[in-house]
């Protein structure tokens, strides 16, 4: 394969662009807010439209890099869509780092990221949102790019050997779920090796559908894939959000073999038959991005989705994979073995105080493991938790993060607690009158719960409703003592809002320490005792 035989990534394009130029290898959903009805496109008008991409940051001031000087950082920061594919193969040719910064990012963020990433370019769809002394361009449209002149490779792009092979080639973030993103760079070869091992779990003739935008690690790993990729991969439209019906469409015109998808979208796809039957007649169901309840997987399995989970962070790439393809009778699709290029660097350790709760700990000297994060002594801890299958040897189960628990002090005693082992039993239930549930009560007395749900005013039937069933999930699964610690009535908060108000994060898993910051006047009342609270409470300018 091109990426396993180059030195950097412009080299690994060169090559794949190459050959085979009418063979079609991605498709968008053809129209500006379209969600299904795809345009496919060729190799061969990738490489025309990367071409016209170049001449016009060329015209609007990037330079081509030339031997001796260092690649400038460029940073894109816009809604994944064709021109962003274009820029981005553009860049690289061009000899550049990308800085890729996600367009849902808070404003704030965005300005200190640009500052620590040291951007020295800003390729924007926003320019009239931002106020930032920085030598910016405007993100172009899809007929600025087809206006340009098509000019031969050399007047557009640097020749690969100017690039080396520890270059700088990508600088990602994180989401953002427990604190200020953090950045993780790349060089030129650690990217093509992550490349390589991922196409190890994709074969090169399955068509696929990341459910993930081009600037997040599982986009940028198709569209890397993509130009030696044999089958047909499906990127959304990033302009505009799933719904259950447009999430349907896309999955029944795409017609993936394989599929990589968060919970978010699995849960829309799985709310119908309809979207089961389509999911049956995908070969390879892989789950990312956060933990899927067991009530949601185990009924996929049970209705013939060939339903998997992969194990990934984008500061390590894969760690671990349910095993492919299932043993009949194995409905295990939850419980993860290491990834075998990795299982000699690993090593799962138990958490302190919690004989029950293990780590999973990066050896120094494990593959793929970005530098920045790594401890002192070369190791990095993936700050996830998992529980130990009771009888099958090296099967682990991801049940959270080490953020997710509290400290609950109660008559002089220390409980630990992990919120998401009792909003996975109390929201699945629900899921049909709440958006949402989240735990909260660190370091305090007593645990409190969230609860966010639409048209739950004052009075209605539908807030009763919401009372009623929450309250009897928790007393009959939480206040029985499977659980450490119960759940006062007193301390349900019953929130009338949005979903998708929400801090969240681009795969819409909620960030937690932004969810209590936003939500912690009304925590604190809780506690104080200064209101009926189990009332229902009207979101309003982050007052309550």
């Not at 860049?91 to 996600?102: D, K, P, Q, T, Y």
């Not at 009949?328 to 709760?357: A, C, F, V, Y």
Request: aromatic share 8%.
């Amino acid at each position: 394969m091109a990426f396993e035989t180059s030195s950097n990534f412009a080299e690994y394009l060169e090559t794949s662009f190459s050959d085979d130029l009418q063979r079609k290898i991605i498709a968008f959903p053809d129209g500006h807010q379209a969600t299904s009805g795809f345009r496919y496109y060729t190799k061969k008008e990738l490489v025309d439209f990367s071409h016209k991409a170049a001449a016009y940051l060329i015209s609007n001031g990037i330079p081509i890099r030339t031997a001796g000087e260092p690649p400038l950082r460029v940073t894109s920061l816009a809604y994944g869509t064709l021109e962003w594919v274009a820029c981005f193969y553009a860049i690289v040719r061009m000899g550049h780092a990308i800085v890729n910064l996600s367009p849902r990012l808070p404003e704030d963020y965005v300005h200190g990221l640009l500052v620590k990433s040291k951007t020295d370019i800003l390729v924007t769809d926003r320019l009239e949102q931002l106020s930032i002394k920085l030598h910016s361009i405007a993100m172009p449209s899809e007929a600025e790019i087809l206006e340009q002149p098509l000019k031969p490779e050399a007047e557009l792009f640097c020749p690969h050997t100017v690039i080396q092979p520890d270059d700088i080639f990508i600088v990602l973030h994180s989401s953002g779920s427990t604190s200020v993103p953090k950045l993780f760079p790349m060089k030129q070869l650690e990217w093509l090796g992550r490349v390589a091992n991922i196409r190890k779990i994709l074969q090169p003739s399955m068509s696929a559908w990341n459910a993930s935008a081009t600037y997040n690690f599982g986009g940028l790993i198709i569209l890397s894939l993509a130009p030696s990729h044999k089958g047909v991969s499906y990127l959304e439209n990033d302009r505009t959000n799933f719904t259950h019906e447009t999430a349907l469409d896309f999955l029944r015109e795409s017609k993936p073999n394989y599929l990589s998808i968060t919970p978010w979208t699995l849960t829309m796809l799985a709310s119908t038959a309809e979207g089961i039957s389509l999911l049956t007649k995908v070969d390879i169901v892989m789950l990312f991005g956060a933990v899927c309840t067991d009530a949601l997987g185990d009924r996929l399995v049970a209705e013939g989705v060939n339903f998997y989970s992969l194990y990934a962070l984008t500061e390590t790439s894969v760690l671990g994979t349910s095993p492919q393809p299932r043993k009949t009778g194995d409905k295990n699709w939850q419980w993860i073995s290491i990834h075998p290029p990795k299982k000699d660097h690993l090593e799962m350790r138990q958490l302190p105080g919690s004989p029950d709760l293990w780590q999973m700990y990066c050896l120094p000297g494990c593959p793929e493991v970005i530098d920045t994060v790594k401890d002192k002594d070369g190791s990095f801890c993936t700050g996830d938790l998992f529980v130990q299958h009771p009888t099958l040897k090296g099967r682990w189960k991801v049940v959270g993060r080490q953020d997710d628990q509290f400290k609950i002090y109660q008559r002089d005693r220390q409980s630990i607690v992990n919120a998401i082992a009792y909003e996975a039993v109390i929201y699945p239930p629900n899921e049909d009158i709440v958006d949402e549930v989240v735990l909260f009560g660190q370091g305090k007395g007593k645990l409190g719960l969230l609860v966010f749900a639409e048209d739950v005013g004052e009075g209605s039937s539908r807030r009763h409703e919401v009372e009623r069933r929450i309250w009897e999930t928790i007393e009959k699964d939480v206040n029985n003592g499977q659980l450490p610690t119960p759940i006062e009535r007193k301390m349900i908060l019953i929130v009338d809002t949005e979903r998708t108000s929400l801090p969240q994060t681009a795969k819409k898993n909620l960030i937690r320490p932004q969810v209590y910051l936003k939500f912690q006047d009304l925590i604190e009342k809780a506690y104080a005792g200064a209101e009926q609270t189990n009332g229902v409470h009207k979101e309003s300018n982050g007052t309550h």
